[in-house]
């Protein structure tokens, strides 16, 4: 062994029943079935065993347990220096549903030895319906029940929450899941919307914080809400019947005025009489106020029929101004402090003066000009008025005040040129207009491209489908010295009427072997 090059081997023993040896005896070093080391740790210097086998009665001692303090030094397990035992917590899980998510589609997680759930909620997006629901399970989700969970800063405990959250506010609750083996959100009505919903499930050893007062029952009664987080309460009388026969109304029921018995006119309506300073009623006809008027200025009324009040109207000088019964007079005597004129008997001559005061009417005979006359003004429109049967206008002017005279504006008119070649269909010269808009020609313009040789004589026939007009036309040739075709520029005055509105004007030549150069201009014009 020097130098440690070599060194026994030392075997040990397998056997199926241990050997049991006495005092005094040797036995060898013993291994299990994979030749591990077998061995038997004992108290030290006693006899009792302080490793137990695994499903057995535990061992009458032990084996003491160290761990290492801050300075890294191994120490005992005391009173004073227990063993530190850190708050768990289970990994989070999270979940992204949007529209396409199937409804139940669910976000689990398993929370045996843990207390509290943490759930938060965050949108992106627009989400404008949606659902989802909170439950727990206690044998490893076969059956599922509905949990309330805490909103954090808002004293409500909820089951459910709609996924409807408008500016996407984040939302955290805390479940109790003590006792409890699973606990997951299901979406149990699915979205709708172009948004997301993000849930995060966590699982923590801490209790949960509940930032409110969950009254489950009064009196040993259980608590029925009609909203969630909303209490009914019942508000009764003193001899214990409920004041709200009607769901959502307080019955206010009056019995006595003054310690007397309240009379009713009718189920539900209550008498009322209104008396005087004297105690008189004033109501002496059923359903009727009197209002019985007796004098004016501390002298007695006059009534001209029984109920009818007599009144009469004067003026400052105490005169009536009714002269005949029931006829209140109105007599127009001075205008200004000048007497009125009458043209008539109860006819009033009315004269019409201007700024000078000088009369404006005159005689319509020949006869002296008035000195002032009533001037008539012209209107200067950039766009021009546009009026419907029975309206009227100012008369126009331009923008130096000159008085329109002309009979058509240039809105009015339209023109179109045409070129005809080698054709003797009827071609359109000018399309139809809008309804009720006739196209009347006001100038016609036909010019023909020269022969080569011989000159061709033909017509054109200017046509609105009902009437035609017919124009000789000659070519002309090339070939002679003059070569002079025929030229019409025929200014109408007035236009040739359209026979109807909308419709179209054709120009069609008598042979198809020559070229034409048209030119229409036509006044746009009402039947009117």
């Known amino acids: 062994m020097a130098g440690f090059g070599d060194a026994f081997v030392v075997a040990g023993e397998f056997n199926v029943s241990p050997p049991a040896p006495v005092s005094g005896q040797k036995v060898p070093v013993q291994v299990d079935a994979s030749g591990n080391l077998l061995v038997n740790v004992v108290t030290g210097g006693g006899s009792n065993a302080s490793v137990g086998i695994t499903g057995t009665t535990a061992p009458t001692s032990a084996t003491e347990i160290g761990v290492i303090d801050g300075t890294g030094k191994l120490q005992g397990v005391s009173t004073l220096n227990p063993v530190p035992i850190s708050v768990g917590r289970v990994l989070a899980v999270t979940a992204a549903w949007t529209s396409a998510t199937p409804q139940d589609t669910v976000l689990s997680l398993a929370v045996s030895l843990f207390q509290t759930v943490v759930l938060s909620l965050n949108i992106i997006g627009t989400i404008s ?149 004297t ?38 000088a105490g005169t009536s101004f009714e002269t005949t019964a029931g006829v209140l007079d109105h007599n ?71 008085l329109f005279v002309k009979p058509i504006r240039r809105a009015q008119t339209v023109s179109k040129a045409t070129t005809i070649t080698n054709s003797a269909a009827a071609t359109t010269v000018l399309a139809a207009q809008a309804a009720g808009i006739f196209a009347d020609i006001s100038h016609f313009i036909i010019t023909v491209v020269p022969a080569a040789t011989a000159d061709i004589a033909f017509t054109a026939t200017l046509s609105d489908g009902t009437n035609s007009y017919i124009f000789d036309m000659d070519t002309g040739a090339l070939a002679t010295a003059t070569a002079d075709p025929t030229q019409i520029n025929a200014n109408f005055n007035p236009p040739i009427p359209a026979t109807a509105a909308a419709t179209a004007w054709t120009v069609t030549l008598s042979v198809s072997t020559v070229t034409v150069h048209i030119t229409v201009v036509a006044v746009l014009q009402k039947a009117s």
Not at 131 to 157: F, Q
Not at 162 to 170: E, I, K, R, V, Y
Not at 184 to 194: F, K, Y
Not at 288 to 306: E, Y
Request: proline share 2%; glycine share 12%; aromatic share 4%.
């Open 129 to 277: 319906a949606g659902v989802a629901t909170y439950e727990v399970s206690d044998d490893n989700g076969v059956t599922w029940y509905p949990t309330l969970g805490y909103r954090s800063g808002i004293a409500v405990g909820d089951a459910n929450s709609s996924l409807f959250n408008p500016g996407n506010a984040s939302v955290l609750w805390q479940f109790n899941v003590a006792g409890f083996m699973n606990f997951r959100v299901r979406l149990s009505s699915v979205i709708v919307g172009t948004g997301t919903a993000t849930y995060r499930l966590q699982a923590a050893s801490g209790n949960q914080t509940s930032p409110s007062t969950n009254i489950a029952a009064i009196a040993g009664n259980a608590v029925l809400t009609q909203l969630v987080g909303a209490l009914p309460v019942t508000i009764k009388g003193g001899s214990g019947f409920g004041l709200e026969s009607t769901s959502g109304v307080l019955d206010e029921n009056i019995k006595n005025i003054g310690n007397s018995a309240v009379v009713t006119a009718a189920a539900g309506v209550q008498k009322v009489g209104i008396v005087g300073g």
């Open 279 to 316: 105690n008189i009623s004033l109501e002496t006809t059923a359903g009727v106020l009197d209002h019985n008027l007796k004098n004016v200025g501390n002298a007695a009324v006059v009534t001209a029929v029984a109920g009818v009040q007599l009144v009469g109207i004067e003026g400052r």
């Open 332 to 402: 127009l005597k001075n205008v200004n402090n000048a007497a009125v004129v009458a043209a008539a008997a109860g006819v009033q001559k009315v004269g019409i003066s201007g700024n000078a005061a000088a009369t404006l009417d005159a005689v319509i005979t020949a006869a002296t000009a008035p000195a002032n006359a009533l001037a008539t003004l012209a209107v200067n429109n950039t766009a021009a008025p546009s009026l419907t049967t029975g309206q009227s206008v100012a008369l126009q002017c331009d923008y130096e005040g000159s």
